[in-house]
């Protein structure tokens, strides 16, 4: 793995990305918050 051949560029093998604004960010946490609480049914969104 440590041998790659010269011609070939030292990447992570991951795309660039552009880095999140705070907002982006803020909305992330708060996507992943209500997924983790739709997953683990906490708060199901069918309660009446």
Known sequence: MTDRPDNRPNTDGLPKTQPLKPSQVRQNVNAKR??????QGENPPTAP
Do not use: A, K, W, Y
Not at 34 to 39: A, I, T
């Open 34 to 39: 209500m997924l983790r609480r739709l997953v």
